[in-house]
């Protein structure tokens, strides 16, 4: 009879267990899609209506809040390679892109998400797919698939 009970206990404590980290994963997952929603809703506005002058600033601004140095670092190489904006897939982008903006994560690799929007003018889908960690307690962007 104790035998029994000690493998209920331990079904029980093994199921909770599972419970609590399934449910820190869903937690960790739902922020780091906020992060990507914030970074590409504020990426996309500066591209689309920024300033001229303060252009430049602000991009690498929303880069340094979003991205890990690495990245940044990559950034220009990427983007002379792909002769277009890496973070975006495209040479440039329009406000209206944020109403097909979608990000999801992968399912089948761990920390990647995928990012689209289409060009509502030029109805081109562009995909962006990212790697996410967590980096002083905060998750960024650290590199483009």
Do not use: W
């Amino acid at each position: 009879m104790k035998k029994i009970i000690s493998i209920i206990a331990t079904i029980v404590i093994l199921t909770i267990n599972n419970s609590c980290i399934q449910a820190q994963k869903n937690s960790s997952d739902k922020q780091i899609l906020l992060m990507l929603k914030e970074f590409y809703s504020a990426y996309i506005t500066e591209m689309s209506i920024g300033n001229p002058y303060t252009f430049k600033y602000k991009l690498d601004s929303i880069k340094k809040n979003y991205c890990t140095i690495k990245l940044i670092k990559e950034l220009p190489i990427l983007s002379k390679k792909a002769d277009a904006d890496p973070l975006l897939n495209a040479q440039d982008s329009n406000i209206d892109c944020l109403k097909t903006l979608t990000i999801e994560k992968d399912k089948k690799k761990q920390n990647q998400y995928i990012v689209s929007y289409t060009d509502i003018y030029s109805k081109t889908r562009f995909i962006v797919k990212l790697f996410v960690v967590k980096e002083n307690g905060c998750y960024k962007i650290n590199s483009i698939l």
